[in-house]
């Protein structure tokens, strides 16, 4: 079992940048495959980035693709997600989240996620 706790959220300039921060406790983060998903009010939650256990392999949404970034650091239990030239459309509550297994299929599903943090409101001003 694999607790999460999300960090970094705020509010931005149109522009701006912020870095996510999600923690995990548990001996088997370095097995888990790791993603932030999203969800705006009145909205779905969506897919917004993807990264292996290894750290190799990352997915992104084509809404996010070069402007956010997804890394991980095993040695700290931790997964990043640094978002530059962020936009209003950008804001939502942001999900870090993470499961067993070392690919990333079926990644945009939230039922293929075991693991669910909080969450962490990012608010972009125009």
């Known amino acids: 079992q694999v607790q999460l706790v999300e960090s970094g959220g705020g509010l931005v300039q149109a522009g701006g940048s912020l870095r996510l921060s999600c923690a995990a406790s548990?001996?088997?983060?370095?097995?888990?495959?790791m993603g932030w998903f999203r969800q705006a009010p009145g909205k779905e939650r969506e897919f917004v980035a993807g990264?292996?256990?290894?750290?190799?392999?990352?997915l992104y949404a084509d809404s996010v693709k070069g402007r956010f970034t997804i890394s991980r650091d095993n040695a700290r239990n931790t997964v990043y997600l640094q978002m530059n030239s962020l936009k209003p459309e950008d804001t939502a509550v942001y999900y870090c989240?993470?499961?067993?297994?070392?690919?990333?299929?079926?990644?945009?599903?939230?039922?293929?996620?075991?693991?669910w943090g909080q969450g962490t409101q990012v608010t972009v001003s125009s």
């Open positions: 990264i292996t256990a290894n750290g190799v392999g990352r």
């Open positions: 548990g001996r088997s983060f370095g097995n888990c495959r």
């Open positions: 989240t993470g499961s067993p297994g070392y690919t990333l299929a079926g990644y945009s599903n939230t039922e293929r996620w075991d693991y």
